[in-house]
Nanobody
Framework: QVHLVESGGGLVQAGGSLRLSCTASGSIFSSAHMGWYRQPPGKQRELVATITSNGTTNYADSVKGRFTISRDNARSTVYLQMNSLKPADTAVYFC??????WGQGTQVSVSS
C-alpha cells in the first residue's frame, strides 16, 4: 500500500520561497510518475506540476518560471521548490503518485 507524506508548508510573505517535500513508502518510487496539485480556498483541485519516472517535467502556466519539481529516487522523495510566491498561490498542496495515491496535503499561505 502506497503512503505519501507531505511537509514543508507554512506562512510566507509575497515574494518569498518555500520547498515542499513528499516522501513515499510502500512502492517502487523510481518507476512512479509523481505530481503536485493544489486546492485554493473555495476552488477545485488543480494541477501544479508533474514529473515522470525518467525526469520529464510539466507545469501549470501559472507557476512556470517560479516553481520547480524534482525527485530524489534514493530518498523516495519528490520536491516542489516554490519561489516568488504570490497570494494567489495560497492553497492546500497535495502530492500524488500516478494520480491514484494522494497525501494528506500541506497548507501554504502567502500574505500580501
Amino acid at each position: 500500500q502506497v503512503h505519501l507524506v507531505e511537509s514543508g508548508g507554512g506562512l510566507v510573505q509575497a515574494g518569498g520561497s518555500l520547498r515542499l517535500s513528499c516522501t513515499a513508502s510502500g512502492s517502487i518510487f523510481s518507476s512512479a510518475h509523481m505530481g503536485w496539485y493544489r486546492q485554493p480556498p473555495g476552488k477545485q483541485r488543480e494541477l501544479v506540476a508533474t514529473i515522470t519516472s525518467n525526469g520529464t517535467t510539466n507545469y501549470a502556466d501559472s507557476v512556470k518560471g517560479r516553481f520547480t519539481i524534482s525527485r530524489d529516487n534514493a530518498r523516495s522523495t519528490v520536491y516542489l521548490q516554490m519561489n516568488s510566491l504570490k497570494p494567489a498561490d495560497t492553497a492546500v498542496y497535495f502530492c500524488t503518485s500516478f494520480g491514484i495515491h494522494w497525501g494528506q496535503g500541506t497548507q501554504v499561505s502567502v500574505s500580501s
